[in-house]
């Protein structure tokens, strides 16, 4: 089952994450890395919510990684597969599974990134089976 | 520093209404207030302290404290969505031991069902700057669907199937079956859990509560108070909150913020879960129940399943029994926040007033567990536990 007829909502961007979104748009997937502490971190933030340090940076995510969990909505007009996947990083974040058929999408399964367009905003980085 | 001992519940209510088409949003939280302060046999003056949460109209306890007439001298607008009531009643056990107010109100109301709301299949409007919400709500996250990620993670590490989840509703429905105010009181099988349509893998319609309109109150005083009425004592002897999050990335779906909120409660509390008669467990869906028995410490992680099963959560069949009035999933789920039903269900089995049929015998220690916002990203946990004097 087909996920393009699906229109994906813009997200909200703004000054503390705008570089996430001016990454997607050239296709690249950043994550946030603690210089403090060292450990990464997503959803991205300013201030590292491990170590609290504000010494965090950009770095450029390999894109490839494992499905942690998922469901397909079905009660929708077109069903679609909401997931998190755990990146080579180490840190799970939220995204959809898109691009296969839905019902064949099992945890553990091997993923890359994928970048599709939003309603008037930048792309978000979505994951089809590697 | 304690709340054992330092306040009671002394009075709750339910509203009856499952759809409230020809009433305001405070009106209802009037009404409520006005049941468990009849319930209590206290009047409107006697309050000086008021909590409510996010369903509360307008600027919340400035808004209804000026539509009710209240006169007050604490406030508490704790918001952990569903389970903010459960958080509630420790609060104001809290403040009444402190001298802040003697007798405390908390009201939640809503008309999600009279609005048309599609409270489980619908992205929700992010709330306004959540840091969280470019990174989700681009994804399509639905209530339904952020639980059941839960869900499907939870059969894949442990093994949990549709038809031990489908126990959880089967028990909650053959309770629902005495409360002439539940929405849905017919008593269905695990066969018909499972044959009900799929709303998000591995959910199926049956494993979601329902959406109701309604509310209800509780009214928490200082002892000397409660003594002086005509009501069953029932005492707060312990609580615990805690929020549980995404952890910066490092996401666990298979507990709650119920492995640190449940053994707060139980230390403060002096009590061991052999004590514990009856529990009301928040039910939003069928997996929220059995990830919270297991995180409470009422079977070893991962066993939950063999714990809800076979009829073990029904009142006179199995050894837990669990939300005796039908639960959010069959009975009331008001303002798409269950947390202050489940107090008022632990109360009715402590005073002994629940329906006969479905009363724990001797039920003299009770606890009500509340999850508020999503077991799939984050949420309050809230844990109470009350005995009966």
Same mark, same amino acid.
């Given at each position: 089952m087909s996920t393009t007829e699906r229109k994906y909502p813009a997200p909200m961007v703004n000054p503390e994450i705008k570089p996430f979104f001016d990454a997607t748009a050239q296709g690249t997937l950043m994550l946030k890395k603690c210089v403090a502490c060292g450990q990464t971190h997503h959803y991205? @933030?300013?201030?590292?919510?491990?170590?609290?340090?504000? @010494?965090t940076e950009w770095v450029t995510a390999s894109g490839r990684g494992t499905i942690y969990s998922y469901s397909v909505? @079905? @009660?929708?007009p077109v069903p679609y597969a909401i997931g998190y996947v755990t990146l080579e990083e180490g840190v799970t974040m939220m995204t959809n599974i898109v691009d296969c058929d839905l019902d064949a999408i099992r945890i553990g399964q091997r993923v890359k990134v994928v970048f599709k367009p939003t309603e008037g905003g930048p792309p978000v980085p979505m994951f089809t089976p590697a | 520093m304690t709340i054992k001992g330092k306040a009671y519940v002394a009075g709750v209510f339910e509203h009856p209404?499952?759809?409230?088409?020809? =009433?305001?949003l405070a009106q209802l939280h009037a009404e409520v207030a006005k049941g468990a302060l009849a319930d209590a046999g206290l009047? =409107?003056?006697?309050? #000086?302290g008021y909590f409510c949460a !996010? #369903?509360?109209?307008?600027?919340?306890p400035l808004s209804m404290a000026d539509y009710m007439g209240l006169k007050l001298r604490h406030m508490d607008?704790?918001?952990?969505?569903?389970?903010s009531y459960v958080i509630h009643v420790a609060h104001a056990a809290e403040a009444i031991a402190l001298g802040k107010c003697n007798v405390a109100l908390i009201t939640l109301a809503g008309r999600p069902r009279a609005e048309g709301m599609?409270?489980?299949t619908v992205p929700r409007?992010?709330?306004?700057?959540?840091?969280?919400a470019p990174f989700e709500y681009p994804f399509g996250p639905t209530v339904a669907n952020q639980y059941a990620m839960a869900a499907m993670r939870h059969m894949y590490q442990y093994g949990t199937t549709s038809a031990q989840l489908a126990w959880i509703k089967v028990a909650a429905s053959q309770h629902a079956q005495?409360?002439?105010?539940?929405?849905l009181r017919e008593v269905v099988t695990v066969e018909e859990v499972i044959n009900?349509?799929?709303?998000?893998d591995p959910l199926h319609r049956l494993d979601c509560c329902v959406i109701t309109d309604g509310g209800g109150a509780i009214v928490v005083a200082k002892p000397e108070i409660a003594k002086s009425l005509k009501r069953p004592l029932v005492k707060v002897l312990g609580a615990g909150e805690a929020p549980k999050h995404q952890m910066g990335g490092k996401?666990?779906?298979?507990?709650?913020g119920a492995v640190w909120s449940g053994p707060t409660a139980f230390a403060e509390a002096?009590?061991?879960?052999?004590?514990?008669?009856?529990v009301s467990i928040y039910d939003s869906f069928t997996i929220t129940v059995l990830i919270t028995l297991e995180d409470l410490g009422?079977?070893?992680?991962?066993?939950g399943g063999k714990l809800v099963a #076979?009829?073990?959560?029904?009142?006179?069949?199995? =050894?837990l029994p669990f939300n005796? #009035?039908? !639960?959010?999933?069959?009975n009331n789920h008001p303002a798409n926040r269950g947390g202050l039903t489940k107090v008022v269900e632990a109360v009715r089995q402590l005073r002994g007033e629940a329906h006969p049929k479905v009363q724990v015998r001797n039920c003299d220690v009770a606890l009500a567990h509340g999850t508020g916002g999503s077991l799939g990203t984050r949420h309050g946990s809230a844990t109470l536990i009350l005995d009966r004097e």
């Amino acid at each position: 089952m087909s996920t393009t007829e699906r229109k994906y909502p813009a997200p909200m961007v703004n000054p503390e994450i705008k570089p996430f979104f001016d990454a997607t748009a050239q296709g690249t997937l950043m994550l946030k890395k603690c210089v403090a502490c060292g450990q990464t971190h997503h959803y991205p @933030r300013a201030i590292c919510p491990f170590c609290a340090s504000e @010494r965090t940076e950009w770095v450029t995510a390999s894109g490839r990684g494992t499905i942690y969990s998922y469901s397909v909505m @079905r @009660r929708v007009p077109v069903p679609y597969a909401i997931g998190y996947v755990t990146l080579e990083e180490g840190v799970t974040m939220m995204t959809n599974i898109v691009d296969c058929d839905l019902d064949a999408i099992r945890i553990g399964q091997r993923v890359k990134v994928v970048f599709k367009p939003t309603e008037g905003g930048p792309p978000v980085p979505m994951f089809t089976p590697a | 520093m304690t709340i054992k001992g330092k306040a009671y519940v002394a009075g709750v209510f339910e509203h009856p209404t499952r759809k409230a088409d020809d =009433k305001s949003l405070a009106q209802l939280h009037a009404e409520v207030a006005k049941g468990a302060l009849a319930d209590a046999g206290l009047a =409107k003056d006697d309050v #000086d302290g008021y909590f409510c949460a !996010g #369903d509360a109209p307008g600027l919340g306890p400035l808004s209804m404290a000026d539509y009710m007439g209240l006169k007050l001298r604490h406030m508490d607008t704790t918001e952990t969505g569903g389970s903010s009531y459960v958080i509630h009643v420790a609060h104001a056990a809290e403040a009444i031991a402190l001298g802040k107010c003697n007798v405390a109100l908390i009201t939640l109301a809503g008309r999600p069902r009279a609005e048309g709301m599609a409270t489980g299949t619908v992205p929700r409007a992010p709330v306004a700057a959540a840091p969280d919400a470019p990174f989700e709500y681009p994804f399509g996250p639905t209530v339904a669907n952020q639980y059941a990620m839960a869900a499907m993670r939870h059969m894949y590490q442990y093994g949990t199937t549709s038809a031990q989840l489908a126990w959880i509703k089967v028990a909650a429905s053959q309770h629902a079956q005495h409360n002439p105010h539940a929405l849905l009181r017919e008593v269905v099988t695990v066969e018909e859990v499972i044959n009900s349509p799929m709303i998000s893998d591995p959910l199926h319609r049956l494993d979601c509560c329902v959406i109701t309109d309604g509310g209800g109150a509780i009214v928490v005083a200082k002892p000397e108070i409660a003594k002086s009425l005509k009501r069953p004592l029932v005492k707060v002897l312990g609580a615990g909150e805690a929020p549980k999050h995404q952890m910066g990335g490092k996401i666990d779906l298979t507990y709650s913020g119920a492995v640190w909120s449940g053994p707060t409660a139980f230390a403060e509390a002096g009590v061991t879960h052999a004590d514990i008669k009856y529990v009301s467990i928040y039910d939003s869906f069928t997996i929220t129940v059995l990830i919270t028995l297991e995180d409470l410490g009422f079977c070893p992680k991962g066993q939950g399943g063999k714990l809800v099963a #076979d009829g073990n959560l029904i009142s006179g069949v199995g =050894k837990l029994p669990f939300n005796t #009035d039908g !639960g959010g999933l069959c009975n009331n789920h008001p303002a798409n926040r269950g947390g202050l039903t489940k107090v008022v269900e632990a109360v009715r089995q402590l005073r002994g007033e629940a329906h006969p049929k479905v009363q724990v015998r001797n039920c003299d220690v009770a606890l009500a567990h509340g999850t508020g916002g999503s077991l799939g990203t984050r949420h309050g946990s809230a844990t109470l536990i009350l005995d009966r004097e």
